[in-house]
RNA sequence: GCCCGAAUGGCGGAACUGGUAGACGCGCACGACUCAAAAUCGUGUUCCUUCGGGAGUGAGAGUUCGAUUCUCUCUUCGGGCACCA
């Protein structure tokens, strides 16, 4: 018997599955399809470590199983290459971007096809290939022709010493990520997509897919749905009105004083009025000049001015209120000013007593739950649900002092209010998303072209465009893809515009609408366009005509697995969610929701815990692994290491463990007994052999590969202590142990006389007669203590099992001659007697 | 501050709908093989113990014949959101 050489082997079965195209899926429309996906990584020059493999390899196991199950898999790969660090490599070293990705994706395609993943080599995608953008750019010009895109004045982040603009992302901690320079806000035009237009749809289609709860609740978070109402309030002796949003109408009895967001146009509009302008002035001032990172810095402390010589009247009861002015109200949400309501909201309840302002209380508490009427009993263990704390009440309970609401219940309160507020036209009901509109240029190279022209003089005649952007056009689909032209650098501008800006006779181009001399839109898309479709195109992916034909579509769609990063649970999902739901509405992808279930692996991380990372120099390279230990040991190791889900520490020790299993495994050859049977262990091994197909299969479709793994290993340990193992039994060994060490199985496989690949093998199946024991252990517990276990038939009654369990001598001897008050017999598991 | 999630031997982690806590792996100890070492194989490995037992899943209570599992309070750690009215 040779030694188990994973070198060897691997790169034989590497080779071997990419000649014979093993793993490509097939367009045959006739099999059961299943679609598997892991997010497809951004090829850095750093190439991979070890936390890729995690989700790739864990979906491997999926994929491999299914397709052993007669499922026509399809598991693809490909690369989300445009981006920030290889365009800030290009500025550095002055290559072109397209040149260094090149380089970088042929590394990491070397280095995943080391690893023995299952995918389809056939359809890779590159989202920086214009072959793929032309289709990016073609969805986006579907956006702005359905009036989901358009022009708007936005601030981004401007670094003061590179004087470039930057990406959120390149900004932290409120500083330039680079350079670590001061960070402001500048005015831009920029295109947006409007997927606040989406926010029902993306919240209610949550309702319909099988996403792990966190990435649900997240992405409902984000989308921040709250129901309430707005209401106009009127201000003394000027026909201006102050419109808020409320989501505790029922409240507005409480509303003691109104405050505007530093931002709101009224201020300007009132300010004859106003008899402290220069203060006011001045405060607007200062909390313009603070960045987002002070104004959340010094949320401890609220502050305001108010607007002396200016009252609201409110609607309810005309009573004359205060306005302030203050930073704690947002400008972006809802109208930007708000009622306050002290007695009730934590904020208002803090702002209200540093400057004096009246506190009325319109909401009690609901009633104290009997059982812990004590104010001892409260403090001691009451569920905090029902402790009221604080003078400030934020919770639901009953109206009072609140005229036509006294005495109702919270819910009903709020729905009066606003038919009545309907009826007198002050106000309506009304629903607030959290989620803003989405900002889609970019001022830098390495990114798709936004392929819109703008023409002066058809704006001028209002043509094109939409209402707030006339002017504006897309280019001929037939000039598609609106390639990347090549630039002399890479630097973005002093003036924050892209590069692209600076080749004249790029940006001059010709009207679509008029003919006449128009200029291209300069900015470029960000890195979330070509990750929002990616899954569409890997099912039809070298369609010239189409990003993915319908037939194709149809069959495959949608995905029925998807994992990845908890990091990408809220924009990522969210824009690709968007993307597939629009396409959908105007027809063209078949299902709604791109993706049927959402699943997420956790970190690998160095060991003590910490994140691996270059600058820490703890980065570990899977290279290095494959070539000490072979890559089916890295796999499985991966798998084994702890719960899929959670964050795990890399220990290379751990790496010795699976390694001794493979070499049991493959040792085990050794106890093949062809001819002879009937050594007296194959009935206990076939036994074992169907517990885990049953623990493995489940393991797998749960993805606890870890306990798949310990089974497995449970398994060998069991059979290296047999005298013998049929071939038979060997093989389905190997079949179980095929998806986690593909290369290992095939070679064992083969080595038995199969000729075929063990993928193109059924999964074993299970017979549930063959798991069950003919005897049972039960354990015998007095007073909850075990104090023994005798083993019985299956089928063994009630009465008998007690009669027998009292006859023990450890019950007997614990009983003390007493007899037993009850017994509890609990089937197939334990007898339970208490004294 | 709010919302999630977690806490189990020296370490990573198991334990189905409440039913023998510590599967599996690492490490460690001893033994076999060896001149020796490595590798491999075998045995043991939660703690205390007067060897009868006792204690034990972050802490404290509760429900139960029985709680790692359910309820409540608290502590610590991780993640998300962060003045969203």
Redesign the pocket.
């Known amino acids: 018997m040779n030694k188990y050489n994973p070198q060897e082997i691997e790169a034989k079965w590497q080779k071997y599955w990419e000649e014979n195209n093993s793993f490509c899926a097939e367009d045959s429309f006739v099999k059961p399809k299943f679609y598997p996906l892991i997010e497809f990584p951004y090829p850095s020059g750093a190439g991979l470590h070890v936390g890729h493999p995690r989700p790739y390899t864990g979906m491997d196991i999926v994929a491999r199983k299914k397709r052993m199950e007669g499922f026509n898999v399809l598991y693809p790969i490909g690369f989300d290459a445009f981006g920030l660090p290889t365009e800030n490599y290009a500025i550095k070293t002055g290559r072109p971007p397209a040149e260094v990705t090149a380089e970088n994706i042929a590394n990491f395609t070397r280095q995943i096809k080391s690893l023995g993943i299952s995918f389809d080599w056939s359809r890779v995608v590159d989202t920086t290939d214009p072959k793929y953008y032309k289709w990016t750019q073609w969805i986006f010009l579907q956006l702005f022709k359905h009036g989901l895109a358009y022009k708007k004045n936005m601030p981004i982040n401007w670094c003061t010493s590179c004087k470039i603009g930057l990406a959120n992302e390149e900004v932290v901690d409120g500083k330039c990520e680079r350079c670590g320079g001061e960070v402001e806000k500048r005015d831009k035009y920029q295109w947006m997509l409007a997927i606040t237009k989406y926010a029902d749809k993306l919240l209610s289609g949550l309702e319909d897919v099988d996403y792990i709860?966190?990435a649900k609740?997240?992405q409902q978070?984000?989308i921040?749905k709250?129901e309430?109402a707005s209401v106009f309030f009127n201000i003394k002796d000027c026909e201006e009105k102050i419109e808020?949003?409320?989501?505790?109408p029922d409240t507005l009895f409480g509303a003691t004083y109104m405050?505007l967001?530093p931002e709101h146009n009224l201020v300007e509009k009132l300010k004859d009025k106003i008899n402290n302008f220069a203060d006011v002035e001045d405060y607007i001032n200062k909390a313009k000049l603070k960045s987002d990172l002070e104004?959340?810095e010094?949320?401890k402390e609220?502050t305001g001015v108010e607007l002396q010589g200016v009252k609201a009247i409110n609607p309810v009861n005309n009573e004359e209120i205060p306005v302030f002015v203050a930073?704690?109200?947002?400008?972006?949400?809802?109208t930007?000013a708000?009622?306050a309501?002290p007695a009730h909201?934590?904020?208002?309840f803090e702002f209200a007593n540093k400057y004096n302002v009246a506190i009325k209380k319109v909401v009690l508490p609901p009633a104290i739950h009997s059982s812990y009427r004590n104010a001892d009993d409260i403090a001691?263990?009451?569920?905090?649900?029902i402790r009221v704390e604080a003078d400030c009440f934020p919770g639901e309970g009953t109206s009072v002092n609140s005229d036509f609401l006294n005495g109702l219940e919270t819910k009903e309160a709020k729905e009066k209010m606003i038919t009545w507020l309907e009826e007198k036209n002050i106000g309506k009901k009304q629903i607030?998303f959290?989620l803003r509109d989405w900002v889609f240029s970019r001022q830098r190279y390495w990114g798709e072209p936004i392929p819109l022209v703008y023409c002066e003089k058809c704006a001028s005649e209002n043509k094109g465009g939409n209402e707030q952007n006339p002017g504006w056009f897309a280019i001929a689909e037939s000039e598609l893809p609106l390639e990347l032209p090549q630039v002399e650098k890479y630097e973005p501008t002093d003036t924050g515009e892209s590069p692209l800006s600076q080749i004249p006779e790029w940006v001059k181009t010709t009207c679509p609408n008029c003919g006449g001399e128009a200029k291209r839109e300069t900015d470029t898309m960000p890195n979330w366009a070509g990750s929002s479709w990616y899954f569409l195109r890997y099912i039809d992916p070298n369609n010239d005509k189409e990003f993915a034909s319908q037939e194709k579509l149809k069959y495959w769609m949608s995905v029925d697995w998807y994992n990845g990063g908890?990091?990408h649970t809220?924009l990522h999902l969210l824009y690709s969610r968007f993307w597939n739901e629009f396409l959908y509405d105007i027809g063209l992808v078949p299902t709604s929701e791109p993706y049927k279930k959402r699943t997420s692996h956790g970190m690998i991380l160095a060991k003590g815990g910490e994140k691996m990372s270059k600058s820490k120099g703890n980065v570990v390279n899977p290279d290095d692994v494959v070539v000490e230990f072979g890559a089916d040991t890295l796999r499985t190791y991966i798998m084994?290491?702890?719960?899929f889900d959670?964050?795990?520490?890399w220990?290379t020790?751990?790496l010795?463990?699976?390694?001794?299993?493979l070499?049991?495994v493959w040792?085990l050859q050794e106890k093949i007994n062809n001819g002879e049977r009937g050594m007296g262990n194959e009935e206990r091994v076939e036994k074992l052999i169907h517990q885990v197909i049953k623990k493995v299969s489940d393991d797998i479709d749960n993805m606890?590969f870890?306990?798949a793994?310990?089974?497995l290993?449970?398994l060998s340990?069991e059979v290296?202590?047999a005298p013998f193992i049929s071939q038979k039994d060997y093989l389905e060994i190997v079949k179980l142990l095929s998806p986690f060490a593909p290369h290992m199985a095939e070679e064992l496989w083969a080595m038995y006389g199969n000729s075929q690949s063990i993928s193109q093998e059924k999964w074993p199946e299970y017979d549930e007669a063959k798991i069950k024991e003919d005897t049972i252990?039960i354990?015998v517990?007095v007073?909850?203590?075990?104090r023994d276990?005798i083993d019985v038939p299956v089928e063994i009654s009630e009465e008998d099992i007690k009669v027998q369990v009292l006859a023990l001598e450890?019950v007997k001897k614990w009983l003390e001659g007493k007899e037993p008050k009850?017994v509890?017999y609990?089937k197939g598991?334990?007898v339970?007697v208490?004294v």
Not at 244 to 248: A, L
Not at 327 to 334: N, P
Request: glycine share 10%; aromatic share 6%.
């Open positions: 709860e966190r609740v997240q978070n984000w921040g709250s309430g808020v949003f409320t989501t505790r405050v967001s104004r959340t010094l949320q609220k930073d704690y109200v947002l400008a972006t949400y809802g930007g708000i009622m309501v909201d934590e904020r208002d001691a263990g009451a569920p905090s649900s607030n959290k908890m990091e809220v084994f290491m702890g719960p959670q964050a795990v520490e220990d020790n751990g010795v463990g699976v390694k001794r299993f070499d049991r040792n606890r870890n306990t793994v310990a089974k290993m449970e340990n290296s202590k252990t354990v517990q007073n909850g203590k075990v276990s450890n009850k509890i609990v598991r334990l339970s208490v």
